[in-house]
């Protein structure tokens, strides 16, 4: 039963390649600069989104894909902050899907306003595992490890470690209260993906989202000076 | 493709039952208390498990299963305190498995000493969504919501929070840092799963862990009441 299982999933991936090439053509053609940001559940993914939008990048417009099992409460949350928001549910399955792939973000993308927008943040599902499986079309990869999740993270979920562009390091706040070992966390990420950069953040002070700011500013320019 | 996938998934869970019920006998016939333990990564579940171990309880022998998509960095820890462990990895696939199934479990019994325990913790790979799907054969499931969480999650991820038996409230000694509103989390976890006890606990301190130490001898207890 295990062969047939890892034969799906390989095909399954297959697919999905060739539909993260449609989405990101899409992507082109509008010039939206995509980031699929990640993190396990409660990394304070959606805090650090509302902290972006309440001071917003000066002249680019941001628009959100919003990956949820079920509801729409962090959607509630950012929609707020005037942004065009898209809710995307996984949850025609039994438990949902742990993930977004590139079949669920194209049925979606008839509902986000790529002409309106110069940058789409993905919210994938909280979940270290399978959304680094799945390409959805994005630019780039950013995901989020918050300091109280224990530094052996990269470890243990390398390929999400490895295959992003930038690891957010959130809820710096807390340190003074944690046994938290920075360094060797850094040496842990070092091991799996070497050179990725980082940056020390705080959903809840506001650290650090100025440089997570211009990190996308620049981003959202590059795409930019890429003939569509 | 979507509707394919899904019903992929539905033959794989007729499987999983089947073999979770074999597992299940073998769980019988000597005599062993199973507890499938699932959590987000970084929550604290082996951590809380050297400390129930630190302890143990008083005439009941426990054996570890320990998941992880790669390496054995907590079947490491938790060997130090001289109890069985066996590690299972799944990581054969691409990015690895997001959970543990039936079938895993099973093709690891080979190597857990069934007759020299009372008490089977099976650590499952951290992930609020797929675990909650593949029974394995346990007799109960506990989870641990750690404070630094979110209180909206057992909204995010109602599966997780409604088939389990307990729920380990973790980080407890966090709470004076954090804006966390624990009623509120009670009162999420009340709409999916209502009147689910939880424990509220904390590894760091170990305040709490005497309270899980008592709910799981009482569980071999039970168990051991049975007839074969």
């Given at each position: 039963?295990?062969?047939?299982?890892?034969?799906?999933?390989?095909?399954?991936?297959?697919?999905?390649?060739?539909?993260?090439?449609?989405?990101?053509?899409?992507?082109?053609?509008?010039?939206?600069?995509?980031?699929?940001?990640?993190?396990?559940?409660?990394?304070?993914?959606?805090?650090?989104?509302?902290?972006?939008?309440?001071?917003?990048?000066?002249?680019?417009?941001?628009?959100?894909?919003?990956?949820?099992?079920?509801?729409?409460?962090?959607?509630?949350?950012?929609?707020?902050?005037?942004?065009?928001?898209?809710?995307?549910?996984?949850?025609?399955?039994?438990?949902?899907?742990?993930?977004?792939?590139?079949?669920?973000?194209?049925?979606?993308?008839?509902?986000?306003?790529?002409?309106?927008?110069?940058?789409?943040?993905?919210?994938?599902?909280?979940?270290?595992?399978?959304?680094?499986?799945?390409?959805?079309?994005?630019?780039?990869?950013?995901?989020?490890?918050?300091?109280?999740?224990?530094?052996?993270?990269?470890?243990?979920?390398?390929?999400?470690f490895r295959?992003c562009e930038l690891v957010?390091?959130?809820?710096?706040?807390?340190?003074?209260?944690?046994?938290?070992?920075?360094?060797?966390?850094?040496?842990?990420l070092d091991?799996?993906h070497p050179d990725v950069p980082h940056?020390?953040?705080?959903?809840?002070?506001?650290?650090?989202?100025?440089?997570?700011?211009?990190?996308?500013?620049?981003?959202?320019?590059?795409?930019?000076?890429?003939?569509?």
């Amino acid at each position: 039963m295990h062969r047939i299982r890892v034969r799906v999933v390989e095909d399954a991936l297959d697919a999905n390649n060739t539909i993260a090439r449609a989405n990101r053509a899409d992507f082109d053609r509008h010039g939206v600069a995509v980031v699929n940001l990640m993190s396990a559940p409660g990394s304070g993914k959606t805090t650090l989104l509302e902290r972006l939008l309440g001071g917003g990048i000066p002249g680019k417009r941001i628009g959100i894909l919003e990956g949820d099992v079920q509801g729409s409460l962090d959607a509630d949350r950012l929609a707020r902050l005037h942004v065009p928001v898209t809710q995307l549910n996984t949850d025609p399955g039994f438990g949902g899907e742990c993930h977004l792939d590139a079949n669920m973000v194209r049925s979606a993308l008839s509902e986000v306003p790529l002409d309106e927008i110069d940058l789409l943040v993905i919210e994938n599902v909280g979940n270290l595992v399978c959304p680094a499986e799945f390409r959805v079309g994005e630019d780039v990869r950013a995901m989020v490890w918050s300091v109280t999740e224990g530094e052996d993270k990269p470890l243990k979920y390398p390929l999400m470690f490895r295959t992003c562009e930038l690891v957010l390091i959130n809820k710096i706040d807390l340190l003074p209260h944690l046994d938290a070992d920075l360094d060797r966390f850094l040496e842990n990420l070092d091991l799996v993906h070497p050179d990725v950069p980082h940056l020390l953040v705080s959903a809840k002070t506001g650290d650090g989202v100025a440089e997570w700011r211009d990190w996308l500013a620049a981003l959202v320019e590059e795409r930019a000076a890429v003939p569509a």
